[in-house]
Nanobody, 117 residues
Framework: EVQLVESGGGLVQAGGSLRLSCAAS????????IGWFRQAPGKEREGVSC????????YYADSVKGRFTVSSDNAKNSVYLQMNSVKPEDTAVYYC??????????WGQGTQVNVSS
């Protein structure tokens, strides 16, 4: 059974930092990209970042470039999203998803991030 479990969400003040984790199981971790997506209230889900060390993929949305850093620990089947200099507009439910070339096949349940101004 494929599982993607996010953790690390919470409440943070604007300008602060937060680190999200995504623990994956049930599939060949090295063969798939892991992406971070987010959905704010009343908005569509959007891609934030994506990584695949085997495929040489590293992607950031323009809105988070220079502030967020994605990393992968293949030994732990985990991907992390380091969020620095967060802004109120980063408030959303953050999801990790696995799939080829950053096209999501499987989704996690999401973790809430709230940034206060």
């Amino acid at each position: 059974e494929v599982q993607l479990v996010e953790s690390g969400g919470g409440l943070v003040q604007a300008g602060g930092s937060l680190r999200l984790s995504c623990a994956a199981s049930g599939f060949a971790f090295d063969d798939y990209a892991i992406g971070w997506f987010r959905q704010a209230p009343g908005k569509e889900r959007e891609g934030v970042s994506c990584i695949s060390t085997s495929a040489g993929i590293l992607y950031y949305a323009d809105s988070v470039k220079g502030r967020f850093t994605v990393s992968s620990d293949n030994a732990k089947n985990s991907v992390y999203l380091q969020m620095n200099s967060v802004k109120p507009e980063d408030t959303a439910v953050y999801y990790c998803a696995a799939g080829p070339d950053c096209v999501p096949y499987w989704w996690g349940q999401g973790t809430q991030v709230n940034v206060s101004s």
